[in-house]
């Protein structure tokens, strides 16, 4: 067989082979508080808020004054995509009751609670960037948490959900999203999700980093694919009113300040479409496509903050946006899947993270940001592998799987992860992958009420505009922990449908005369107040990978930061 | 703009090339490219035929023939890498309508699928679906599982299915496996596999209002007064308001 990695990589393989042995029975000392204290300082990019090439102070709209990450900044503080005098907005092409913005796991349970709440399919008008259900939730494999074990309840779960976000959450909102997930999980039970089940239907729960009980649900590895499709399936068959390639490019206004549609662009004619609704419901999901601090990504290609920047632009307040969550292993070799999930179950099964030298360096289970700061430790001071592609990495030693656990383990219990990579030639269960932090969640958001109401930063509500999922912050605090995403998109997704179905049913259809842009004109005359001079128009809607850019998404680490940072915008 | 440094070339050896054919038209491309970034590095601004990235959502499906060698191949652009002389299309679309259905108003027999896919009983076993899935999946055996009855083997073997449609664009038969497969999977979830029974049960204790006074009370309390409750609870305890922390 010929060596799965070029020499000089393979010659670092060896040095792992040679201390597996070693290091099998090895015992790890957790880290002490103030020494991972001192590592994410060091090494974490969400401790480098004085850096201006890691984030940035808003210096217009509703959130004026907090920092954010710089991509995130570029992308709020640039000149809307759409200029207002080439839209004609007498030309109404459809008018609605309810207008749903993206169709992951969020937008499809606000439609499908919208239909059980009265309103009729036909009356529901979907916008999503790509086809229906492409999205991150397709690609979650881990699983769904919910309180429904034996030793459970929602106050444990809540508890957890408070010590994963810092105790920074919002606590009303993640009671609701613990007070709904049994619910959550019999709703999807219903529509024949198929789950992880003993034979008498009880569920296989399992154990979430973070969390104190076991209360992950599970679809194999494939969670979010079961989900999503399942969904899909339901809303195509109640005859779901999509527009597919039409992503929402802006909010439209009644002049009043209150949502009144939206602006759709169809990337295939190279159209707009002007919408007009009763009630709009934001679920256009995270940001991993901005490549935060020059960061590969785990997530969709149409991740790109579009839904966040739109609210923003009606006076929306945002929250939470100072932390990013990384995972710790994202693939880095070969280049084709840079940046894709390695599930942290490798870890949970027993393989170690492994620098050049072949030396295990942390105890594998530390919460996500210690290990991904460990890891970019590593690498910074020289302790990492760099690719032919200029990727540099650390060794995740999935061999140690099978040699604990029996032959047979890593190719049973982690199937998708087999495929990834054999797929490329290399044999996890003999050789170690290469591994580098990626950028998996936002944590923060578009600022919501109970009734997942759009809020300014007074508190008061957005008339007509509701918001779920990842492009909303809050009910994570500073911090999500595994499986509780799936709940939110489920819990607030529904939520917002129903919520959106009633205002809808009361709300008065906005009058043609009245639809208006005058937000955005207002928002680039507040930039140009601000002295803010930029080419850069937003949202981006899909990031830019042509030509040379391909292959520069990724890269950070101290000596050399943003080695192949990619400007979104070139 | 000032954050954004140049690639650094040095301590990166050259790429070796390759060159591919994009619907006839050759591009010089690096050779560790998948076909779907080769497509980006050539020009192309993918809208269609791209949703994951990452192999999961099956948006991406490509026909390629290889210099020298006569077969049709088909794959996902995003999990497949470029090959020098390759000749490729991308399919954005495999035409399949979807038939709706109401799940209440269903059976969960394999009679029931054979009368929403009649076709499915013309298949020939040619095994094509088989030669076709990128993920390496049985389509052709799970099809057989439907005509047997067995429609839980049907929805097991189909479990890893991201509807790519590329059994579906060789079928002789021309059955939409996806389609089916989806009908038979919420089928088995919903009237084969039995119920959770603590899930139903904890669902009605919630609505009853068993924990409400609880948790009005939990989440009013002070922050260092949570945090000794989660202590508790991380110990295995179990929860209780009355608790003092550190306690076991
Ligand atoms: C690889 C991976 C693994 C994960 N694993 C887990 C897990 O095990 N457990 C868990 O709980 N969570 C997990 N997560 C997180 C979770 O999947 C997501 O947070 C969640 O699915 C987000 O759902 P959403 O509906 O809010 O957004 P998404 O699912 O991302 O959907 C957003 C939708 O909006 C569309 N869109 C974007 N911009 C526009 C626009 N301008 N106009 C119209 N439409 C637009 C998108 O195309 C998409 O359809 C994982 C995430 C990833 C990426
Ligand atoms: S069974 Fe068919 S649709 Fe499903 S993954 Fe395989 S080839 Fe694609
Ligand atoms: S390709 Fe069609 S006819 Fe051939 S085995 Fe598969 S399902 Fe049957
Ligand atoms: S883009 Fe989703 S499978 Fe290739």
Redesign the interface.
């Known amino acids: 067989m010929t060596d799965p990695y070029p020499e000089h990589m393979m010659e670092s393989v060896r040095r792992v082979n040679a201390t597996r042995d070693e290091r099998k029975d090895m015992e790890f000392d957790r880290i002490p508080e103030e020494e991972s204290d001192e590592l994410l300082r060091q090494w974490h990019p969400d401790y480098r808020k004085s850096d ?2 890691f984030f940035r102070e808003l210096a217009v709209g509703p959130a004026k004054g907090k920092i954010v990450p ?1 991509e995130v900044a570029n992308v709020l503080e640039a000149h809307p995509r759409v200029n207002p005098s080439d839209v004609d907005l007498s030309e109404v092409e459809y008018s609605t009751e309810l207008l749903v913005i993206g169709t992951g796991g969020a937008g499809l349970s606000a439609i499908l609670w919208a239909n059980n709440e009265g309103i009729a399919m036909e009356d529901i008008l979907v916008s999503t960037a ?2 229906l ?2 999205s991150n939730s ?2 979650s494999q881990g699983g769904i948490q ?6 459970d ?4 779960h ?3 959900v ?2 994963g976000g810092h ?1 920074t959450n919002d ?2 909102l ?2 609701d999203l613990v ?1 709904k997930g ?2 959550a ?2 709703w999807l ?7 992880d ?1 003993e ?5 296989q729960l399992l154990m979430a980093g973070g969390a ?2 076991k209360r992950i649900h599970s679809c ?1 590895d ?1 969670t ?3 989900l999503t ?2 969904l899909m ?2 809303a ?4 779901v009113n999509t527009l597919e ?1 039409c992503p929402t490019v802006s909010l439209l206004t009644d002049g009043s300040g209150a949502v009144a549609g939206g602006l759709l662009w169809n ?2 004619t190279e159209e707009y479409h002007v919408v007009r609704s009763k009630a709009t419901v934001i679920a256009t999901g995270g940001f991993g496509r901005l490549h935060v601090a020059g960061f590969p990504t ?1 997530n ?2 149409a991740a790109t903050c579009d839904g966040l920047v739109s609210a923003y632009r009606v006076g929306a307040d945002i929250i939470h946006m100072q932390s990013t969550q990384y995972h710790p292993t994202g693939a880095a070799y ?4 840079v940046g ?2 390695v599930t942290e179950k490798c870890r949970s099964m027993g393989a170690q993270l492994v620098n050049d030298d072949g030396e295990a360096f942390i105890y594998p289970l530390e919460p996500r940001d210690v290990e991904s700061a460990a890891e970019l430790k590593e690498i910074g001071e020289g302790r990492g592998i ?1 690719t ?3 990727q540099d990495g650390i060794w995740l030693d999935t061999p140690m799987i099978d040699k604990k656990r029996g032959e047979g383990a890593l190719e049973d219990g982690l ?1 998708a992860i087999y ?2 990579f054999t ?2 030639g290399i044999d996890p269960t003999e050789y170690p992958v290469l591994v580098h932090p990626t950028l998996h969640y936002q944590n923060g958001g578009i600022a919501i009420n109970r009734d997942t109401q759009v809020v300014k930063p007074d508190g008061s509500p957005i008339e007509n505009l509701f918001a779920s999922g990842e492009t909303t912050g809050g009910v994570h605090g500073d911090n999500r922990l595994m499986g509780n995403s799936w709940l939110e998109i489920v819990v607030f997704g529904r939520k917002s449908g129903i919520s959106a179905a009633k205002h809808a049913k009361k709300a008065k259809m906005p009058k043609k005369s009245d639809l208006s842009l005058a937000h955005l004109d207002k928002y680039s005359k507040e930039l140009e107040e601000a002295g803010i001079e930029t080419e850069r128009r937003t949202p981006i809607i ?1 990031p830019n ?8 998404a990724t890269g950070y680490g101290k000596e ?6 990619l ?1 979104l915008f ?1 | ?1 000032s ?3 140049e ?2 070339k040095k ?3 050259e ?1 070796e090339m390759a060159t591919i054919y994009i619907m006839g038209k050759p591009y010089e491309v ?1 050779s ?3 076909i779907m ?2 497509q ?2 050539a ?1 192309y ?4 035929g ?8 099956g ?1 991406c499906t490509t026909i390629y023939r290889k210099k020298d060698d006569y077969k049709l191949h088909i794959d996902l652009a ?4 470029v090959e020098d002389g390759m000749y490729l299309v991308q399919l954005p679309f495999v035409p399949a309508q ?1 038939p ?4 209440e108003e269903l059976e969960a027999t394999s009679e029931e699928v054979i009368r929403i896919f009649p076709e499915i009983t013309r298949c020939v076993s040619c095994n094509t679906c088989t030669q076709a899935c990128p ?2 999946l049985e389509p052709m055996r799970a099809i057989q599982a439907i005509r047997r009855g067995d429609l839980e083997q049907a ?1 097991d073997l189909s ?2 299915c ?2 790519c449609g590329a059994c579906s664009a060789r079928c002789p038969a021309e059955i939409t496996h996806y389609h089916v497969f ?2 038979v ?7 084969i ?11 009605g204790e ?1 609505e009853e209002g068993k ?1 409400d006074d ?2 009005d009370e ?2 009013e309390l002070p ?1 260092d007064r ?2 000794e ?2 202590l508790d ?2 110990a ?1 305890n ?2 209780s308001l009355d608790q003092n922390s550190g306690e076991e």
Not at chain 1, 189 to 195: C, I, K, R
Not at chain 1, 560 to 565: C, S, V
Not at chain 2, 45 to 48: C, G, M, S, T
Not at chain 2, 193 to 203: D, F, G, I, Y
């Open positions: 201006a090439a710089t790509l086809r259900g492409d397709k690609m919910a309180c429904d074990g034996k030793d309840s929602p106050m444990i809540w508890l957890d408070l010590s105790w606590r009303p993640a009671r007070e049994p619910l999980i019999k039970e219903s529509l024949g999700a198929t789950f089940k034979q008498d239907g009880d569920m104190s009980r194999k494939y979010g694919l079961e499709r399942v399936d339901e195509l068959s109640r005859d390639f990337m295939e785990t969709h290609y070969p280049e084709q899947i894709l999930l760099t032919p592609t200029g199937a495929r990834l797929r490329f899909l990978y042509l030509g040379e850019n391909t292959m520069k050399k930061p943003f080695k192949r940072r400007d070139a | 703009m954050q954004n440094q690639v650094e301590d990166q050896p790429s690096p560790e490219l998948t970034q080769a980006e590095y020009g601004r993918l809208i269609r791209v949703g994951c990235r990452g192999g999961y959502c948006a995003c999990q497949t890498k979807k709706k259905w109401d799940l993920q390496n929805a479990f890893d991201i509807s989806q009908l999977r919420r089928l088995y979830g919903k009237y596999q039995p119920k959770a029974e603590h899930v139903a049960q904890r669902v919630i924990f609880q948790m939990l989440i922050e949570i945090r409750l989660f609870v991380r295995g179990e929860f």
